[in-house]
């Protein structure tokens, strides 16, 4: 129940920071500790359902995470900052970048095909089977707030105004390992399959 709990409150105030961030990096921060308080919700229940799908989401996790802060690290060294004003209209000189961006945003409010909505669906499977809703409502909840700032932030990305890159440009070897982490995250999402029986033997 104390673990349920702390869960809870660390996904449900993290959120609510997040949605307030004007900086990439401190977005993405607070945006992981939201995830990482729906895993200790998922991990405090118990159940083989929920456990399973919270060391599946750990997994989605990591690999969503690494690729979005590679992909400020990359926005930081063209455009020299990480604020949502300075980054306004970004995608006219970065459209790579900002595609993934995307990919990884949509992975982390967990919408098919990728890696986090068959992570989550789980977990919500687990706790429904079990007759807990008020676990659901809060990680439905957590969800949409989510959304919110995760696309004001593809809003301003997109922006009719383009910024200008006042850095480095970005060579495009420096791409290969974010394609990759993309392609991972849509082969787990279409094929969950894959790993399904290791983590059930793990929870």
Not at 135 to 154: G, Q
């Amino acid at each position: 129940i104390w673990l349920m709990t702390l869960g809870a409150l660390t996904m449900l105030v993290a959120e609510l920071v997040a949605l307030r961030q004007e900086d990439m990096r401190r977005m993405l921060a607070y945006s992981s500790l939201g995830q990482v308080g729906l895993i200790a919700l998922a991990l405090g229940f118990g159940s083989e359902a929920t456990t399973a799908g919270a060391l599946f989401h750990r997994l989605n996790h990591s690999l969503v995470k690494l690729l979005l802060f590679l992909l400020a690290a990359i926005l930081l060294r063209r455009f020299l900052s990480l604020k949502l004003a300075d980054l306004q209209g970004a995608a006219r000189a970065m459209p790579l970048a900002t595609g993934l961006f995307v990919l990884g945003a949509l992975a982390v409010l967990g919408l098919p095909p990728l890696a986090g909505f068959a992570s989550k669906l789980w977990i919500l499977k687990g706790f429904a089977e079990s007759g807990m809703m008020w676990p659901i409502a809060l990680i439905l909840l957590a969800a949409l707030i989510e959304a919110a700032y995760y696309f004001r932030w593809i809003k301003a990305l997109y922006d009719f105004t383009p910024a200008t890159p006042a850095g480095q440009p970005v060579a495009g070897r420096a791409y290969l390992p974010l394609v990759l982490l993309a392609g991972l995250l849509v082969l787990l999402g279409v094929a969950p399959f894959l790993i399904e029986d290791w983590l059930v033997q793990a929870a």
